[in-house]
């Protein structure tokens, strides 16, 4: 199996939160979330921001997706969140 990197597990993310994704896909990231404190703490600010968008609208209003600003603005706090050794950045010190 293929080891799932931060950034495919964000570009997943959304799908995850919606149970949109195979069972199986869910597990995979899943683990990887359990191993990866910054996915972890990702996860819970999406899950906030998609349980806001949903609390924003009517009970009979259709879940909608994130917007593509808001994916956005959070794909930057998540690369934000990653640590060096993921972005494979030298250390400055
Ligand atoms: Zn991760």
């Known amino acids: 199996m293929t ?3 931060c950034q495919q597990i964000f ?3 959304s799908e995850y939160l919606d149970r949109e994704l195979p ?6 990231i899943d683990t990887h979330i359990e ?4 996915c972890v703490e990702f996860v819970k600010s ?3 921001t998609v349980a806001y ?3 924003a609208g009517s009970p009979d209003e259709q879940p909608r997706p994130l917007s593509a600003d808001k994916l956005d603005e959070l794909r930057r ?3 934000s ?5 993921i972005k494979n950045r030298p250390a400055a010190s």
Not at 35 to 38: E, F, G, K, N
């Open 11 to 13: 570009a997943m993310l």
């Open 81 to 85: 969140s990653v640590p060096p050794v």
């Open 77 to 79: 706090a998540y690369e």
């Open 3 to 5: 080891k799932l990197e």
């Open 53 to 55: 968008c949903r609390g």
């Open 35 to 38: 191993s990866c404190p910054p």
């Open 23 to 28: 069972a199986d896909l869910c597990e995979t």
């Open 46 to 48: 999406l899950e906030k």
